[in-house]
């Protein structure tokens, strides 16, 4: 069974920064990232990485965040600059293993204040 242990989440003023990171074990990564999900929203996705590097960002992730890999640790981070309100959210961990089964964290909370 696949766990997965996310931190980093808090309070942070307009133009901040936070990185979240979430650590895995109990299988093999093919892919890993992050989601959020908004009040009233739906899930949506921020950005994914896969074992081999290959990465996919949101349009609203874009030249503001960064996800990283240790495939060797089983963790990915993602690094959030230039931080806005709307981008307040929970933010969940997402992990495919290699046999193709999806697993979700069980979410950190990322406040952004004005």
């Known amino acids: 069974q696949v766990q997965l242990v996310e931190s980093g989440g808090g309070l942070v003023q307009a133009g901040g920064t936070l990185r979240l990171s979430c650590a895995a074990s109990?299988?093999?990564?093919?892919?890993m990232g992050w989601y959020r999900q908004a009040p009233g929203k739906q899930r949506e996705l921020v950005t994914t990485?896969?074992?081999?590097?290959?990465?996919n960002y949101a349009d609203s992730a874009k030249g503001r965040f960064t996800i990283s890999r240790d495939n060797a640790k089983n963790t990915v981070y993602l690094q959030m600059n230039s931080l806005k309100p709307e981008d307040t959210a929970v933010y969940f961990c997402y992990y495919r293993s290699i046999y193709l089964r999806d697993y979700w964290g069980q979410g950190t909370q990322v406040t952004v204040s004005s």
């Open positions: 109990g299988s093999i990564f093919s892919t």
């Open positions: 990485i896969t074992r081999g590097g290959i990465i």
